[in-house]
């Protein structure tokens, strides 16, 4: 028996289940080695049900043009570090790496042993630095074994790897990070001189570089990373005056990159600015970036509403006309954010279309009334282009009151990702 919580009469359902049109697109490889069979039916999976639902697009051409963009920018002699952690900010760690080398970077930074390992398992051979902190045999024994290179940040931590590899009969090139003012990892800018003495004393120990990170790079206002950056070249100052020879320095995140070339030094490390994403406003007259991302979904019901219906849970939104509504197959689970909830527009045949009613773990609901002739199947963008329209991470960012960042590094593993150039 149909559900009468609604007063209205029952809404009529329009039978518009078209399939939808093929369409073709290279899938990105799955995180995880599975078997020849296992294979075949992921990709007989791929190719029907779980890109009839929904999906990221990352688009490998924008990718290589914000690469090239970045490496024009840089000082002579600096090199590219392209961060992929965070499974690279959500649009796939192993095809971005494999991109961003092909086209100019030569180092990856990751924030953890796992990911690093990741993409050695997908046959990567860079230089990958893992930027977060590593402190036991086991994670020692595990960087050695894939050739990943540590960040040091604590004498405690030098002497267990010092130890560690020293039991594997192995030496290891280590990255020794300096806190001029983010207040997280890293050793005291005015202990450099002190801390790298010790490092040095480790014959198994090899010092690859000393970097540090800005905290305010992104601000108009560069009083603190001026700060910053006095800090880390007192330090450097002082190592040399001691004697301790420093192969890499390394300082600039995105923002850094795209503001003061004298910030380069020898490596910079962007992530965001190569997903095609700007760290703040006033940096993009700097550069042109494309944004890499897109979300997309599918329509999965269309049904007419009567006034006075309430949609989804606790009837946050009621119909104060009939509405033709569809319903597209995301939802939170999959990285749309539920405070979103009546607050968003998604673009179908390139107009701008109303989310309504709170968002769902797996689906959402929309009036999609504009579009009378609506069919099952249609294509959903939630965030990128859709003919004059384009939606991005940072519109989704300043309604929640948050950071690009943390948007793309929401979506989930169970949408797709799926490789195409444009």
Known sequence: MLDDLNT???????????????????????????????????QEISSTELRERAWVEIDLAALAHNVRQVKRLLSVNAQLMAVVKADAYGHGAVTVAQTVLQHGATWLGVATIGEGIELRKAGIDAPILILGATHSPEQIRALAHFSLQPTLVSPQQARVFEQTLSSLHQSGAVHVKLDTGMSRLGVPWQQAVEFLQLVSRCPHLRIASIYSHLATADSPDPTVMQLQQQRFENAIANLRAAGINIPRLHLANSAATLTDPQLHYDLVRVGLGIYGLYPAP???PTIDLKPVLQVKARVTQVKIIPPGTGVSYGHQFIADREMLLAVVGIGYADGVPRNLSHKMKVSIRGQMIPQIGAITMDQLMLDASAIPDLQVGEVVTLLGQDGNNFISADDWAATLGTISWEILCSFKHRLPRVAVSR
Do not use: G, M, W
């Not at 029952?10 to 294979?39: G, L, M, Y």
């Open 282 to 284: 006033h940096l993009q």
């Open 8 to 42: 209205p009469v029952s809404s009529s359902i329009i039978d518009r289940d078209t399939p939808p049109k093929k369409t073709e697109r290279v899938e990105i490889p799955p995180r995880h080695s599975i078997s020849a069979r296992e294979h075949l039916l992921q």
